[in-house]
């Protein structure tokens, strides 16, 4: 009987074994590709990119594989619209990233933090579910990319628009990388956070003197009334001080930092990516700065 019971169990284990090779021969959730794709001149561009970096850059794709979501796959809000790119015109889109974002950071940064997919269309737009309709430079979720103008549209862009489109992108690109730095706890040890800031710069309580600054839309957070809680938020002062220094230049900082205390968290934020990544944020605000 207890033979019975033991071929049984080889039995079963084979069984589970087939299964779980059945299983492993299942196809990934996402489409695959071959590169390079065959119909650009920037070809040779787009393969050195993947051997350097891994990333994908692709003008030609399912649109099931451009809109697949992780997280949020079934989007009630609104949906993302696109027309299909020019092949002919990757290479300037590629010229365009690199002005706007390849340059600002070091290879080693790049080989951690490059996404995964970079799908280029013409353009790119979000629908509401109320039939309002947004265009789009660019789209960040988690491992992929969406970026648009890819197109002979590109041609025509002005310092002006590519000024725009860097920090549109930047924006999304720190949005999505954030929560992988470990931002210095004394940054969030220079201000007091309770109570609302003055507005009023001859006041002691002055949000300047408190070491808050503006956002990159010169909105004073800081300082809106009514404030919803007694403490102002950690993360908006943060994100105040990222978006400022990747959007404004030197010299429109100039007179924030002669405040002491927003000196002081300038510095420590600097500091970090030039210690830890190697890489100047505010090398990026000062491309505004960049004329035709």
Sequence with gaps: MKKIYWLMFVALGMLACAEDSKLGEIPSLTQEYTLPQG??????????LHDKYGTFVLYEYIEADLKW??????NTWGDYEYTQPNPLYAGNVLD???ECWFRFYPAEF????????IFLTSTLKYVSFTGAETMMNSRVVQTQMVVSHCSEEVKNMTQADKVAFKNDLQ???????????DIPGEFYGVSN????????PTNWNYARERGFVADSKGTEWSTQDPWPSSTLSESADLDAFLSGMRNRTSEEWAEDLTYPLVKKK???LRNYFLEKFNFDIQRIGDANAVTE
């Design 171 to 181: 924006s999304k690109l720190w949005g999505s990388w954030l929560s992988k730095f």
């Design 96 to 98: 365009l990233l690199g």
């Design 193 to 200: 956070y309770y109570g609302k800031a003055s507005s009023d």
């Design 39 to 48: 119909n650009s001149p920037a070809d040779d561009r787009i393969v050195d």
């Design 110 to 117: 790049h080989e951690k933090f490059m996404p995964y997919k």
């Design 69 to 74: 979501l992780q997280v949020d796959v079934n």
């Design 266 to 268: 300038y510095d420590i």
